[in-house]
């Protein structure tokens, strides 16, 4: 349901209402449920509960475009996953824990959000959404670092990089229902996707075309890559930062 004036009387915190002022009512779903996450994460030692909300990445963008609205002490760690559970850095040795436990709240927050994901994911609020980075990567393929609260909504990259295909870092992109749902699939190569494909199925399907190549500031309207091959996709960016991989 919608967040309104009378039905949100009980949680009005300061910071609800800083959320509710500058977000549309996508991004500040996303944020209460980060929260949410971050609430009940378990703390680490010496950590109060006070400071462990006021480190928690909400890293999602106004309405006009500024700044996130709250840092993270949490920004330069990652989580490594495969078949959605935590490994080292070297993706053989075991943590014997799921990725969405090791994020603890800043990343993979959302019902199964990583669940059987291959990939690093940034402590940032990325692969935040019900479903939201399921099976990407997996099957033999591969997807690289997502980042910069990326991957951001319901199955917004789910089964990204599936089934043999490959798609590089994914950075400030990727935020929205089904953004990037099933993206480089099936084989073929996906370059970097930046400051890319944030839209309601913005990118959903975005297919392989025999051309490698990077997505920087594009396709950032819902549905304006959905089912389009890179090069097509290419084609919409500003040429000057999507140079060929």
């Given at each position: 349901?919608?967040?309104?004036?009378?039905?949100?009387?009980?949680?009005?915190?300061?910071?609800?209402?800083?959320?509710?002022?500058?977000?549309?009512?996508?991004?500040?779903?996303?944020?209460?449920?980060?929260?949410?996450?971050?609430?009940?994460?378990?703390?680490?030692?010496?950590?109060?509960?006070?400071?462990?909300?006021?480190?928690?990445?909400?890293?999602?963008?106004?309405?006009?475009?500024?700044?996130?609205?709250?840092?993270?002490?949490?920004?330069?760690?990652?989580?490594?996953?495969?078949?959605?559970?935590?490994?080292e850095?070297?993706?053989?040795?075991?943590?014997?824990?799921?990725?969405?436990?090791?994020?603890?709240?800043?990343?993979?927050?959302?019902?199964?959000?990583?669940?059987?994901?291959?990939?690093?994911?940034?402590?940032?609020?990325?692969?935040?959404?019900?479903?939201?980075?399921?099976?990407?990567?997996?099957?033999?393929?591969?997807?690289?670092?997502?980042?910069?609260?990326?991957?951001?909504?319901?199955?917004?990259?789910?089964?990204?990089?599936?089934?043999?295909?490959?798609?590089?870092?994914?950075?400030?992109?990727?935020?929205?229902?089904r953004?990037?749902?099933?993206?480089?699939?099936?084989?073929?190569?996906?370059?970097?996707?930046?400051?890319?494909?944030?839209?309601?199925?913005?990118c959903?399907?975005?297919?392989?075309?025999?051309?490698?190549?990077?997505?920087?500031?594009?396709?950032?309207?819902?549905?304006?890559?959905?089912?389009?091959?890179?090069?097509?996709?290419?084609?919409?960016?500003?040429?000057?930062?999507?140079?060929?991989?």
């Amino acid at each position: 349901f919608r967040p309104t004036e009378d039905n949100n009387r009980s949680s009005k915190s300061p910071l609800s209402r800083i959320l509710k002022k500058t977000m549309n009512f996508s991004r500040y779903a996303l944020a209460v449920r980060l929260l949410a996450g971050a609430a009940a994460a378990p703390l680490r030692e010496g950590e109060s509960r006070a400071s462990h909300l006021r480190a928690v990445t909400v890293l999602l963008k106004t309405d006009d475009g500024a700044t996130p609205i709250v840092a993270s002490s949490q920004e330069e760690e990652y989580v490594y996953c495969k078949d959605g559970e935590a490994y080292e850095s070297d993706f053989t040795t075991s943590l014997g824990d799921t990725c969405a436990s090791k994020c603890a709240g800043y990343c993979c927050g959302g019902l199964e959000a990583c669940d059987f994901f291959t990939g690093t994911v940034k402590k940032d609020g990325s692969c935040t959404g019900e479903w939201a980075c399921r099976n990407a990567g997996r099957d033999g393929g591969s997807v690289g670092i997502i980042s910069g609260s990326s991957c951001g909504g319901k199955y917004a990259c789910f089964g990204a990089g599936r089934l043999g295909g490959s798609i590089g870092n994914i950075t400030n992109s990727c935020n929205g229902v089904r953004a990037c749902f099933g993206a480089g699939k099936y084989g073929g190569s996906i370059g970097d996707i930046t400051n890319s494909c944030n839209g309601y199925m913005a990118c959903f399907g975005l297919k392989y075309s025999g051309v490698d190549g990077n997505l920087d500031n594009c396709c950032n309207e819902d549905i304006s890559c959905h089912s389009k091959t890179l090069l097509e996709a290419r084609a919409t960016c500003d040429t000057a930062n999507n140079d060929k991989v």
